[in-house]
C-alpha cells in the first residue's frame, strides 16, 4: 500500500520558515508527479506545489512564487516545501499529494501550519 506521511508544521511567526517533508513508501518509481495541496478553515482545498516525476519541473501557486520551494531526495522517496517568508494567509493543513496515474492519487493525512504572531 502507498503511504504518505507528512511532518514539519507547526506555528511560526510571519515572515518565518518551515521545511515540510513528505516521507512516501510502496510509491512505483512510474508515479507521475508529487507535491502539496492546503486547505485552509472554510475553504476549499488548493494545489500549491508539485514536481514532475519525468522531467523534473516544478510548479508554483502564484500566491507562493519566490518564497516556496519544492524538491525531492535523491531516493526520491522524500518531497519537501521549503516555506520562506511566510504569511498569516499560508495558515492551513498541507496535504502531501502523488499522481500515479490520471484515475489515481494517494493524499497524506494531513500537517497544520500555523503562522500567527
Known amino acids: 500500500q502507498v503511504q504518505l506521511v507528512e511532518s514539519g508544521g507547526g506555528l511560526v511567526q510571519p515572515g518565518g520558515s518551515l521545511r515540510l517533508s513528505c516521507a512516501a513508501s510502496g510509491l512505483s518509481l512510474d508515479y507521475k508527479a508529487i507535491g502539496w495541496f492546503r486547505q485552509a478553515p472554510g475553504k476549499e482545498r488548493e494545489g500549491v506545489s508539485c514536481?514532475?516525476?519525468?522531467?523534473?519541473?516544478?510548479y508554483y501557486a502564484d500566491s507562493v512564487k519566490g518564497r516556496f520551494t519544492i524538491s525531492t531526495n535523491n531516493a526520491q522517496n522524500t518531497v519537501y516545501l521549503q516555506m520562506n517568508s511566510l504569511k498569516p494567509e499560508d495558515t492551513a493543513v498541507y496535504y502531501c499529494?502523488?499522481?500515479?496515474?490520471?484515475?489515481?492519487?494517494?493524499w497524506g493525512q494531513g500537517t497544520q501550519v500555523t503562522v500567527s504572531s
Open positions: 514536481i514532475n516525476n519525468n522531467d523534473g519541473s516544478t
Open positions: 499529494y502523488a499522481r500515479r496515474s490520471l484515475l489515481s492519487g494517494f
